[in-house]
Nanobody
Framework: QVQLVESGGGLVQAGGSLRLTCAAS????????MGWFRQAPGKQRELVAA???????YYADSVKGRFTISRDNAKNTVYLQMNSLKSEDTAVYYC???????????????????WGQGTQVTVSS
């Protein structure tokens, strides 16, 4: 069964840190650009960070300088290190394959099936 399982979320005070983990099964991540998305209540899901097969990274402006995405192909796992957390980072975080369009846009891929259950991150101010 192809799936991604997110973990590592929790409740943290503003300014704190969390490390999210995305474990893939049923398919190797080494051939895919991978990314972390988040969805806050009442808002659309948005791409937070992405990492290419070669290690090039993309970050949304809102998290640049605070979040770091990384991958360990040997462990079939993607990570998101989140530092200096803010209340506006509160959301459910999901990982997924990411496809880059010809216009440079980033879109979610379906190579690892539907969205997983995500992991809740709550930042208290």
């Amino acid at each position: 069964q192809v799936q991604l399982v997110e973990s590592g979320g929790g409740l943290v005070q503003a300014g704190g840190s969390l490390r999210l983990t995305c474990a893939a099964s049923g398919r190797t991540i080494s051939n895919y650009r991978m990314g972390w998305f988040r969805q806050a209540p009442g808002k659309q899901r948005e791409l937070v960070a992405a990492i290419s097969t070669g290690g090039s990274t993309y970050y949304a402006d809102s998290v640049k300088g605070r979040f770091t995405i990384s991958r360990d192909n040997a462990k079939n796992t993607v990570y998101l290190q989140m530092n200096s957390l803010k209340s506006e980072d509160t959301a459910v975080y999901y990982c997924a394959a990411v496809v880059r369009g010809l216009d440079g846009s980033y879109n979610v891929g379906t190579d690892f099936g539907p969205w997983g259950q995500g992991t809740q991150v709550t930042v208290s101010s």
